[in-house]
């Protein structure tokens, strides 16, 4: 499957943005999909992750602000993200998994000004 992350930008501390994933063919509703984030000179990081089956979890540093979802029918996981934070700027990137197979998405950029 081939994963085409948008919605990136630059946002005011405190804003929001939507980020969407849209997943080629037609394994989507078997996949587990999730949402990660790496910052320069850090470590990828998981940000948050839902099942086929919709059950979700989360980063601590995100709980509250940031909600994963799936909409089956466009084939497209959506990361809102809520009361932006300056420490929240990096890099997204979407990730499809199963019983093994991974792919990755190529990374939308996220910016967030003080």
């Known amino acids: 499957v081939q994963l085409v992350e948008s919605g990136g930008g630059l946002v005011q501390a405190g804003g929001s943005l939507r980020l969407s994933c849209e997943v080629s063919?037609?394994?989507?509703?078997?996949?587990?999909m999730e949402w990660y984030r790496q910052a320069p000179g850090k470590q990828r990081e998981l940000v948050a992750g839902i099942t086929s089956g919709g059950w979700t979890t989360y980063a601590d540093s995100v709980k509250g602000r940031f909600t994963i979802s799936r909409d089956n029918a466009k084939n497209t996981v959506y990361l809102q993200m809520n009361s932006l934070k300056s420490e929240d700027t990096a890099v997204y990137y979407c990730k499809a998994s199963r019983s093994g197979y991974i792919s990755w998405g190529q990374g939308t950029q996220v910016t967030v000004s003080s």
């Open positions: 063919g037609k394994l989507f509703n078997i996949l587990t």
